[in-house]
């Protein structure tokens, strides 16, 4: 259980030049990522793919085939990114805090989504570096973003369960493709703003408790160990982590040799790490760096610290910013979180929750369709489509709208982002206001409470044997809640009106009274 827990979120103050700067970038990247010539491209490599193996996309009574182009990842590729980009500007501010912690005699357990080794792995490659330690070399938060736009070069053709992969060459891409593709490339690498930000913030953070003398461990499946060497983060050497023992760095953390330690999805589950007899009682303080996607993963991840038996409550806290970027991830947290603690009753509330808005939910919806009706234009700038009109009929695949737009406000400057969160908050509470008058909850869980109980029972046939089959026969009385809100007045007028007309039978306009009013 989570009851009594403390669940904190920590909000860290970023310069809104900031935000206008990657916006620019965002959108850089988008013009390639969404033009005619990279589609294109991308088609005519497919075409040479599928002639040369003799199969036909959508060809009846072929095989299945499928083809993507790292283009169309872009998208969800961008949000990553902005994900990133929000974890190193709160790096800073952050590890003051985790610092404090361990000050106060906490354990700090630090939890990341990602650790960018897979882009690290690219780019030690691509330039021949030296994995023993001994290399120093810049890895910052514009190589994150190069190793995107390369991407977009890539694809991937499958025949049923085989996938080819290819990458576009100079010549497949042509000269005007590949000059726009360098253009695009060279501005982000020659990106001054860029380069001062750490492309492995959750390092970042390490090297500065490390200077502070407190020494931690991992919970990952990294391959490297990173070796930070200047202050903003952005410079490091790497060599083969030594101690890669799951149980092992675990068992430092739990016996306190380890003053914190670190995890992503690989330290959710086969462990545990709260206060207890016979390791360290030291207060557990999870600090939430990037909350994972997987959401029954993160719920995992919160439990390795809170779990029967402890003698001491946990605490955790949610790093965030006020970009509004970050209103997406904490909504998409928010929907998932209540989704996952959703129970019988009509609230869907649960005992985990930190304090964020869920809006990512078919009133979110109503309030993004709303919004993108009434301004084509801005919506145009975040290269959205027309959306179709939400409907409680498809309320499962409701926070689909809101979530597109939140994804591509990156899109916009910041100021510009302030606005279209405002419009759609205030939206969503018109839209929530007017439910509530009609006495309506769409964001009930969908999982009744009957509350079933009987009020009377009488037998009808008697028993006539000792098993099962010869039991007899009883008839009960029951009561249960009503499944549905009874209709309000105006309602019920309205319906009238439609099953018996507008006009009473001398031709008089009806006057229909609930209560009161004979049926014609």
Request: hydrophobic fraction near 40%.
């Amino acid at each position: 259980s989570f009851e009594g827990i403390e669940f904190a979120t920590s909000v860290v103050d970023v310069d809104p030049a900031e935000v206008d700067h990657m916006s620019g970038v965002y959108n850089e990247v988008m013009s390639l990522a969404f033009s005619r010539e990279l589609e294109q491209a991308h088609a005519r490599k497919v075409q040479e793919i599928s002639d040369s193996m003799g199969v036909r996309p959508r060809a009846q009574g072929g095989p299945k085939v499928s083809s993507r182009a790292g283009s169309e990842d872009w998208v969800s590729l961008m949000y990553l990114i902005a994900a990133q980009h929000g974890t190193a500007l709160k790096a800073d501010e952050f590890s003051e805090q985790i610092i404090e912690s361990i000050e106060k005699g906490e354990a700090p357990f630090l939890v990341v989504e990602q650790t960018n080794e897979a882009a690290l792995k690219r780019y030690l490659e691509a330039n021949e570096i030296a994995t023993d330690g001994t290399q120093a070399f810049e890895f910052s938060f514009k190589d994150l973003v190069v190793d995107r736009v390369d991407n977009l070069r890539k694809g991937t053709f499958k025949v049923e369960d085989d996938v080819f992969e290819y990458f576009l060459t100079e010549e497949e891409m042509g000269t005007s493709l590949l000059e726009f593709f360098n253009e695009v490339r060279e501005s982000i690498n020659t990106d001054e703003e860029l380069r001062k930000f750490p492309a492995m913030a959750v390092d970042h953070v390490i090297a500065k408790l490390k200077r502070k003398g407190y020494l931690g461990s991992e919970i990952t499946g990294r391959q490297y160990k990173i070796n930070v060497l200047n202050d903003e983060g952005t410079l490091i050497a790497v060599e083969p982590r030594k101690n890669r023992d799951k149980n092992e760095n675990i068992l430092r953390y739990n016996m306190g040799d380890a003053k914190f330690t670190m995890g992503n999805v690989a330290a959710t589950t086969g462990f545990s790490a709260h206060a207890r007899p016979g390791v360290s009682e030291a207060v557990r303080h999870m600090f939430i760096l990037q909350p994972l996607q997987d959401i029954a993963k993160f719920i995992q991840a919160l439990g390795r610290v809170n779990r029967f038996g402890q003698t001491v409550l946990p605490r955790y806290t949610l790093a965030t910013a006020n970009i509004p970027f970050e209103t997406k991830i904490l909504a998409m947290m928010a929907k998932k979180m209540e989704t996952l603690n959703a129970s019988a009753t009509a609230d869907s509330k649960g005992s985990v929750s930190f304090d964020t808005k869920d809006i990512a939910n078919i009133i979110g919806d109503m309030a993004a369709f709303e919004w993108s009706e009434d301004n084509p234009q801005v919506r145009g700038k975040m290269y959205l489509p027309e959306f179709q009109a939400p409907s409680l009929s498809r309320i499962a695949s409701a926070g689909d709208t809101i979530k597109q737009v939140l994804n591509r406000i990156i899109l916009l400057p910041y100021e510009e982002q302030l606005e279209v969160i405002e419009d759609i908050s205030g939206r969503y509470e018109e839209i929530i206001d007017i439910f509530k008058k009609r006495g309506v909850n769409p964001l009930a869980s969908p999982v009744k409470d009957l509350q079933f109980r009987t009020i009377a029972e009488m037998k009808v046939l008697e028993d006539t044997g000792p098993t099962v089959f010869e039991q007899g026969v009883t008839v009960e009385k029951i009561e249960v809640n009503v499944l549905r809100t009874p209709p309000i007045p105006e309602d019920i007028v309205a319906r009238m009106e439609v099953l018996y007309g507008t006009e009473d039978k001398n031709g008089n306009p009806a006057d229909y009274k609930v209560g009161e009013t004979s049926l014609p």
